[in-house]
Nanobody
Framework: QVQLVESGGGLVQAGGSLRVSCAAS????????MGWFRQAPGKEREFVAT????????NYSDSVKGRFTISRDNAKNTVYLQMNSLKPEDTAVYYC?????????????????WGQGTQVTVSS
């Protein structure tokens, strides 16, 4: 019911900032909780952040809490991840995802649709 396309990844120095975006197709974007995950080489996909349908509630992994901010603009069918104080360990492919039923899903199994990912590389 929805297609997701990430953009905004790139190379940034440690301590820097980057904002990645996820554009969604369809007219029912506001019906989905949205999330961000990341996957580094040799590691499993890791939960990063999620936001409820209305944008009123958010949840973050401990590793990014206080540094990353998830937001959404339902009128633009877009979800964002603002990443500040980036560390080399943040280097990964970042994926956005949409969940039909969960409120603040943290598990990949709770998501129904996924984007193709965008590479974020943080140099030391």
């Amino acid at each position: 019911q929805v297609q997701l396309v990430e953009s905004g990844g790139g190379l940034v120095q440690a301590g820097g900032s980057l904002r990645v975006s996820c554009a969604a197709s369809g007219r029912t974007f506001s019906s989905y909780a949205m999330g961000w995950f990341r996957q580094a080489p040799g590691k499993e996909r890791e939960f990063v952040a999620t936001m409820s349908r209305s944008g009123g509630r958010t949840n973050y992994s401990d590793s990014v809490k206080g540094r990353f901010t998830i937001s959404r603009d339902n009128a633009k069918n877009t979800v964002y991840l603002q990443m500040n104080s980036l560390k080399p360990e943040d280097t990964a492919v970042y994926y956005c995802a949409a969940s039909r039923l969960a409120i603040l899903p943290r598990s990949p199994e709770q998501y129904d649709y996924w984007g193709q990912g965008t590479q974020v590389t943080v140099s030391s």
